[in-house]
T-cell receptor, first 111, second 114 residues
Framework: KQEVTQIPAALSVPEGENLVLNCSFT??????LQWFRQDPGKGLTSLLL?????REQTSGRLNASLDKSSGRSTLYIAASQPGDSATYLC??????????FGAGTTVTVRA | DGGITQSPKYLFRKEGQNVTLSCEQN?????MYWYRQDPGQGLRLIYY???????QKGDIAEGYSVSREKKESFPLTVTSAQKNPTAFYLC?????????????FGEGSRLTVL
C-alpha cells in the first residue's frame, strides 16, 4: 500500500524567503504526482501535476521536482508572500490507479 | 465559469438521520470522486464513478451511498449507519479517468452531527 508522508506538518517563514516543501512516498511505481493548495475551510486547488516520465514542472513562482527512485517530490515556492499561507498537500497516483494523499504541510508566511 | 459546486456548505444532522450532499460539475468530466477529510489525516476515498450509471466503493464506503444518474451530478448520502460522520467532505472530478489526470475539487461540505 502506498504511504505518503509530508514533513514538517507546519512551517513558518518570513516574507521573501524561499519555501521548500517535501513529499515522500513508499512505492516508486507511480503514474503521476499532484500538488494542491488548501485554504482554511475550502476545497483543494491544483497547483502542479507531474507525470511519472517528467522530472519537474514549473508555474510562475512554483517549481515541483520528482525523483521516483528515491520516492521524493519537492515543491519550491520562490520569494514567499503572506498570500502563500495555506496548507499544501501532495497526492500520488499509483500504477494500480489509486490516489494516495499526504496529510499536508501548513505554511505561514509572516509579513 | 466551469467548476464543481458542492452544497450545502454547512450541514447539521441529528443522530439517526440520513443526509445528502450535492455535487454538480460543468467541466464535462467523466470521473468523479468523494473524499472525506479529517484533521491531521490525508484525504480518504469514499466512492468514485468513472462513468454514468457506474460507481465503485473506495476505502471507507461503509455507511455511505451514491448515485450517478447524470454525468454532471454525483450526490453522496451519509446514512445513519455511518458511525462517525462529522467531517469535511470533498467532491472532485478528473480530466482523465482512474486517477490518470488532473483533479479539480469543489469547496467542500462540512457535516456536523449534533
Amino acid at each position: 500500500k502506498q504511504e505518503v508522508t509530508q514533513i514538517p506538518a507546519a512551517l513558518s517563514v518570513p516574507e521573501g524567503e524561499n519555501l521548500v516543501l517535501n513529499c515522500s512516498f513508499t512505492d516508486s511505481a507511480i503514474y503521476n504526482l499532484q500538488w494542491f493548495r488548501q485554504d482554511p475551510g475550502k476545497g483543494l486547488t491544483s497547483l502542479l501535476l507531474i507525470q511519472s516520465s517528467q522530472r519537474e514542472q514549473t508555474s510562475g513562482r512554483l517549481n515541483a521536482s520528482l525523483d521516483k527512485s528515491s520516492g521524493r517530490s519537492t515543491l519550491y515556492i520562490a520569494a514567499s508572500q503572506p498570500g502563500d499561507s495555506a496548507t499544501y498537500l501532495c497526492a500520488v497516483g499509483s500504477n494500480d490507479y489509486k490516489l494516495s494523499f499526504g496529510a499536508g504541510t501548513t505554511v505561514t508566511v509572516r509579513a | 465559469d466551469g467548476g464543481i459546486t458542492q452544497s450545502p456548505k454547512y450541514l447539521f444532522r441529528k443522530e439517526g438521520q440520513n443526509v445528502t450532499l450535492s455535487c454538480e460539475q460543468n467541466l464535462n468530466h467523466d470521473a468523479m470522486y468523494w473524499y472525506r477529510q479529517d484533521p491531521g489525516q490525508g484525504l480518504r476515498l469514499i466512492y468514485y464513478s468513472q462513468i454514468v450509471n457506474d460507481f465503485q466503493k473506495g476505502d471507507i464506503a461503509e455507511g455511505y451511498s451514491v448515485s450517478r444518474e447524470k454525468k454532471e451530478s454525483f450526490p453522496l448520502t451519509v446514512t445513519s449507519a455511518q458511525k462517525n460522520p462529522t467531517a469535511f467532505y470533498l467532491c472532485a472530478s478528473e480530466t482523465g479517468t482512474a486517477n490518470t489526470g488532473e483533479l479539480f475539487f469543489g469547496e467542500g461540505s462540512r457535516l456536523t452531527v449534533l
